[in-house]
């Protein structure tokens, strides 16, 4: 998907088809806007044949008819191909789901069974080659999976039991090795069939601004057909004060000017906005529930991330060693670099990658059996090595600062007060410090630290611009958050967080009015996320959690709620933008009909006084209501792409936003009108269909 | 124009600005209850007036109570003013003997008054008594204004409140509006117009020989009385059949200049009124400056299309058809565009025989709404209307679903404001789109070609905005023509002040969402630009074909020696 053009010839071709279908009365009825174009279409074919069979044949009015209906098929085509994307993709995977067989797992002998008969619990295996029956949790075993139905991204995944990367999804496909899988959701309630659902329209339920924005153009749509009524009797007024002149009030052209001044480009792209909105966020392997979350998104005031994995990159890192003072820093180095050998943690490794990385220590031979590991226990909170040499045995330690302290002392070392302000120092800028000995001697200090995200300031400092306040969760003491929050420029953080405190953090934003927004994966996040206006879930995260949220991120990257709260805005402001130009337009409009509709009004010795209205010099009446019903019809062709990608978005504040905006659309809107229609005179009378 | 005729206009919008910001502050405290020391002696009549009506001044009620008490309020009006004016013949202060109205006239006279539109259908020296001067159409001159005035208060409690039900008392709000701000200050102008010369007696009408010996009637009356009020309440249902243009109510330059500072006085007062009370300075000077431009350029256009588009035979000398000469040309001008921007409806000349354009700006005015600073609490919350609508199709352009103080602004108040602009706009439209091409329309012109078609498109304008100034000339004293516009006036009236009321309920109901960098800023200058291309739009939209056969064909027509 990702890579996907915007449109294929296959797309294309599908949209079409799907556009002439949705011309029956029941589709068409859903746009009120578009279904007054609909009507006026039949109305003027209805008056286009009347003519051929009392031999009384317009090719004016025939070629109006034929736009008009361009005028619906096209909006139609623009839907067609916003739900088509999407649909694409849900028939791809109901496919694979139809031939989907499961294989249940009792411990030691599997059991072919379809896919649909699985209930929530049971036990499958899937082997390479395996379609992946139904989501589910790995509970044994790592495998890649190519999960490119559902992402688009053809490189495959690793899932594995344990840890972040235990959640697979149904219609998935196993490509190597082999996981044994519990199932978290029946047949019916993947996500997959989700996604169906919402892409088929079946749960596309129009969100609330959708509705808001429809009343609005179906009350300019009422405008304006009061508005074309009254013209007819205030034109047979005018007529009757005229001397001769024949009317061209004909119901054709009051037709065309309706259809030209009611909002037709909003009108015909507005569901396509709405489907493409959710469609966007998917080819960000988001999958929103609904479309008024993703609404939702773009109100955003607040952000609640998590520090780890959002702000900093998963975990501590070793920064710097600090010698005490009689040694020096390349003791430091070596000794922390002999403990941490056998250390798997993150902290462990990045403690050898630093050493190594300064003092080449990966060469030291040691031989293993001159060596005894200490594992890290809870008890004593610390690790390390005895290393038997030649003159006895040397024993290495590494540890949380007061572990190691009391071991020194109990060896009968003395602690140094100038490494107790070392340590203090590190502690307070919100590192971690990691004490390390030889015997009974304190040689130095390890700077564990937080590295916060590269980038990640500038973009909290966008977020700021757009009047969005960041908050940081962390189980950090608040010491240790402060520091991390002033590197990372969040504007505010909760320490020592539960999921208690991050339910009631929420709740007392909201109850300022702001809306909220977080990301979660663990049970516990569960009411947090339900309680949020936008809760992404992790896909790996819990089945609690992926249903109190109402977005899954398939990719579990925290990070992307920012893109999230982007897509939403983009959405809003795709709207707008296009109501903006759809209305400015008619400026335009109505200078290119109504001069062409005057000329024979009030006439004097065979001019009228309305002739000087004519500004924009079209070839004649009939060939300016043409270009101007041709115009209104390609403008939707030309803003489907538009309607599709969304207008383009920078992070500023919402003034700056909003004078691009006015500038873009409604400047543009007030004057590609008058260029558009005087081309297509042009080109209409050059070409002489008129 | 001359410099001293500039330096008049500005000088009247430093005196309008600067009386308005004071009384504006005077307004918000009577609003919230806290009567200012200098009419604090009143406040024993207002506790009397609810121990005689028998109200619970703290009881609140919901939007939907409060629009019941003010509709039944306004139709109990409606209900004397007929009957009074259908039985004057019978009731006392009546010595030219005037007879009883017929129905057609009450009615539409009736609602006239009740509506604040004040479109005179009738001719007050010819058709009214004095009682029915003084109870029926001065008494409602306070009361539609005083009506107006609370959805001030109500818009202010809906802006304001957090998760309530309730807006307010309506009859609290009636008796203070009327009590502390309506009364003394038309108190204070009654006084000031009677010093230079507008009568008030209850005398017989006086029958004089002029010079040339011919007999001539000159009508009496109370009328200063009547007046101050007609204009501090944006009425402008004028004591005598010609309105302003009347020595006896519009004697001096000075009066002149009053009177249009008294129509604009409360309407501008009453925006910075709703800036005070929602502590929000600046946001009501976003709109005052929107309304201030519009202002100014339909002036300039009427100022500048009186001087400079004349038929060919009138070149080079001051156009003073239809101008009375004490008032001349630019008091005229100012007086047209004031009195069609507030919905006040008073004149001073002929406005039919204005310049085609400065005859569309006068409609213009009128079609959007009257919301250049308009009628008294109509111009605000007509414009409130606007402020939505604006902040709807624009804040959706800044990516967030789109919100006015604090406010989220949903489909219900969406469609809402609509009813409010779009039924007045329709009963424009659909009236005299039909009575173009009907015998009661037509018969009622007085001119043929697009003049004739203003004619009866100014009436139906003037009623459904609830202006009532006429255009002179059409014939609206008809059966038909009353009963129509009198139903325009109606629906023009609560066809917004009913959605006004339930958006102010509505958004009382809502929670209130802190401003951010992100929200659509409508302190701005920005905004000023955006609202104001939405009321032109939404206007030039709906109106600007109807317009170009109308006032724009005569003006060609008239460049082009053309008649018709």
């Known amino acids: 998907m990702k890579k996907k053009n915007l449109f294929t010839t296959k797309d294309m071709t599908q949209g079409l088809i799907d556009s002439v279908k949705k011309l029956n009365p029941v589709d068409q009825l859903r746009n009120p806007v578009m279904f007054i174009v609909y009507l006026g279409a039949i109305v003027t074919s209805f008056i286009v044949v009347w003519g051929i069979l009392t031999k009384n044949y317009s090719s004016f009015n025939f070629q109006i008819a034929l736009w008009l209906w361009g005028t619906v098929i096209f909006a139609n085509f623009a839907e067609a191909i916003a739900e088509g994307k999407g649909k694409a993709q849900a028939a791809s995977l109901k496919n694979t789901k139809k031939e989907a067989m499961a294989y249940l797992w009792d411990g030691k002998n599997k059991n072919q069974v379809p896919a649909s008969y699985l209930k929530r619990g049971d036990i499958v295996v899937c082997v390479a080659g395996d379609i992946i029956p139904a989501d589910g949790e790995v509970v044994e075993g790592i495998a890649s999976v190519d999960e490119s139905a559902i992402t688009g991204e053809s490189a495959p995944v690793i899932r594995e039991s344990g840890g972040d990367r235990s959640a697979v999804t149904a219609g998935t496909k196993v490509i190597s090795d082999r996981i044994i899988i519990k199932v978290t959701a029946a047949e019916g309630e993947s996500y997959i069939d989700k996604l169906i659902s919402m892409v088929e329209g079946a749960s596309r339920q129009p969100t609330p601004n959708e509705i808001a924005l429809s009343i609005l153009l179906v009350a300019l749509t009422v405008v304006f057909i009061l508005g074309v009524g009254s013209l007819k009797g205030f034109m047979s007024y005018s007529e009757s004060q005229s001397q001769g002149g024949e009317s061209l009030a004909t119901i054709p052209v009051l037709i065309s000017l309706l259809v030209c001044l009611i909002p037709t480009t909003i009108g015909g792209l507005l569901s396509a906005i709405g489907i493409s909105g959710m469609e966007r966020l998917l080819q960000k392997n988001v999958i929103a529930k609904s479309g008024k979350a993703v609404e939702a998104a773009g109100d955003i005031d607040v952000l609640l991330l998590d520090k780890t994995g959002t702000i900093t990159i998963g975990n501590r890192m070793a920064t710097e060693f600090i010698a005490a003072a009689f040694s020096n820093e390349e003791d430091v180095a070596r000794v922390a670099f002999l403990s941490s050998m056998k250390d798997e943690t993150p902290e462990g490794r990045s403690i050898i990658k630093l050493a190594d990385a300064h003092y080449k220590l990966s060469e030291i031979h040691i031989k293993d059996q001159e060596m005894s590991f200490i594992p890290f226990s809870a008890e004593t909170r610390m690790s390390g090595v005895d290393i038997t040499e030649n003159n006895g045995v040397r024993n290495l330690r590494k540890g949380a600062p007061d572990a190691i302290i009391k071991w020194v002392t109990s060896q009968g070392g ?9 340590i203090d120092a590190i502690a307070k800028s919100g590192g971690t410090p990691l004490l390390v000995s030889e015997n009974n001697k304190l040689i130095g200090v390890i700077h564990l630290k937080d590295i916060v995200k590269a980038g990640i300031k500038e973009r909290f ?16 003491n608040p010491m240790t958050a402060a520091a991390i929050a002033a590197e990372a420029g969040v504007d505010d953080f909760l320490a020592e967080a539960t999921p208690e405190s991050k339910l009631s953090k929420i709740k007392e934003e909201q109850k300022m009015g702001r809306m909220v927004a977080m990301v979660g994966d663990g049970t516990n996040d569960a009411p947090a996320l339900a309680q949020a206006d936008v809760g992404v879930a992790m896909n790996t995260g819990t089945q609690a959690a992926r249903e109190a949220g109402n977005m899954v991120d398939l990719d579990s990257n925290p990070t992307k709620l920012i893109e999230v709260v982007e897509t939403g805005k983009q959405l809003l402001m795709t709207r707008g933008a296009l109501t903006t130009f759809s209305i400015a337009n008619d400026v335009a409009k109505y200078f290119a009909i109504l001069p ?29 209501i043409l270009s101007a019903v041709i115009f209104n019809a390609l403008i939707i062709v030309f803003l489907i792409p538009l309607a599709l990608k969304g207008v383009s978005y920078r992070p500023m504040s919402a003034k700056e936003i909003l004078q691009r905006n006015l500038l873009i659309y409604g400047l543009g809107g007030l004057t590609i009108p008058f260029i558009g229609i005087k081309l297509i005179d042009l080109f209409i009378s050059f070409a002489g269909l008129v | 124009m001359q410099l001293q005729e500039v330096f008049y206009l500005v000088f009247f919008f430093v ?36 121990k005689i009506s028998g109200i619970n001044p703290s009881e609140k009620q919901s939007a939907w109570d409060y629009f019941l008490s003010l509709f039944i309020f306004n139709l109990l009006g409606f209900l004397v003013v007929i009957l009074i004016l259908m039985f004057q013949d019978l009731l006392p202060l009546n010595p030219q003997n005037i007879t009883g109205m017929e129905f057609p006239l009450a009615f539409n006279t009736a609602i006239s008054f009740m509506t604040n539109t004040n479109w005179q259908a009738y001719s007050g020296e010819v058709h009214l008594s004095y009682l029915s001067q003084m109870s029926a159409l001065t008494v409602q001159n306070f009361l539609s204004a005083a009506t107006g005035l609370t959805l001030i208060a109500v818009i202010v409690r809906g802006v304001n409140q957090k998760l309530e039900t309730t807006l307010g008392n309506f009859w609290v709000d009636m008796t203070r509006m009327t009590l502390y701000i309506l009364l003394p200050l038309s108190l204070v102008l009654t006084f000031v117009l009677i010093s230079q010369g507008v009568i008030q007696n209850f005398s017989n009408y006086l029958e ?17 009385s009547q007046i101050a009020i007609k204009q501090l309440g944006t009425n402008g249902g004028g004591f005598f059949g010609v309105n302003s243009a009347y020595p006896f109510e519009n004697p001096t330059p000075l009066t002149n200049f009053l009177q249009c500072l008294a129509i604009l006085l409360i309407p501008v007062a009453q925006v910075f009124a709703f800036g005070r009370m929602i502590k929000k300075e600046k946001q009501a000077v976003a709109i005052l400056v929107s309304m201030s431009v519009l202002f100014f350029t339909l002036l300039i256009v009427s100022l500048y299309s009186e001087y400079n588009f004349l038929p060919e035979f009138a070149r080079g000398i001051v156009p003073m058809e239809g101008k009375d000469l004490r008032i001349g040309t630019n008091a005229s001008i100012l007086w047209s565009v004031v009195t069609t921007a507030a919905s006040n409806g008073s004149v001073n000349a002929m406005h039919s025989s204005l310049s085609p354009l400065s005859g569309l700006a006068a409609l213009f005015s009128m079609m959007t709404g009257e919301v250049v600073f308009g009628g008294v609490g109509a111009g605000f919350y007509g414009m409130f209307l606007y402020v939505l609508l604006t902040v709807f199709i624009a804040g959706l352009m800044v990516g967030r679903s789109p919100e006015y103080l604090g406010k989220k602004i949903e489909a219900r108040e969406i469609k809402l404001a609509i009813i409010g602009i779009l039924l007045p706009s329709a009963c424009i439209l659909i009236g005299a789109g039909l009575g173009v091409v009907s015998h009661w329309g037509i018969s009622s012109m007085s001119h043929q070609g697009p003049h004739g078609l203003s004619e009866i498109l100014y009436a139906f304008t003037s009623t459904s905005g609830n202006n009532g100034s006429a255009f002179a000339g059409f014939n609206a004293n008809t059966p038909v023509l009353n009963i129509l516009l009198g139903l325009c006036m109606f629906i023009g009236r609560f066809a917004v002040i009913y959605p006004v009321i339930m958006i102010a309920g509505s958004l009382s109901a809502k929670k209130s969402i802190p401003m951010t960098a992100g929200t659509f800023p409508t302190d701005s200058y920005l905004f000023s630009i955006l609202l104001i291309g939405v009321v032109l739009i939404v206007g030039a939209l709906t109106f600007f074909p109807v317009l170009t056969l109308g006032p724009i064909a005569e003006h060609l027509a008239m460049l082009k020696g053309m008649t018709f």
């Open chain 2, 15 to 50: 005196v309008l600005f600067s009386l308005a910001y004071p009384l504006g502050i005077f307004l918000g405290r009577v609003f919230e209850g806290d009567v200012p020391k200098r009419v604090s002696f009143l406040k024993p009549i207002e506790s009397l007036i609810y």
């Open chain 1, 414 to 422: 003395e602690i140094h007060p100038a490494i107790k302000n070392k």
């Open chain 1, 596 to 624: 062409a509709l005057f000329t024979t009004l009030y006439l004097t010795n065979g001019v009228s006084p309305l002739k000087s209205l004519d500004i924009m010099k079209l070839h004649s009446p009939h060939s300016a």
């Open chain 2, 208 to 224: 004089l020989s002029t010079i040339e010996g011919v007999k001539q009637v000159l009508p009496m009356g109370p009328a200063a």
């Open chain 1, 461 to 476: 400092n966008q977020l700021r611009q757009m009047g969005i306040k960041t908050v940081m969760i962390t189980g950090d």
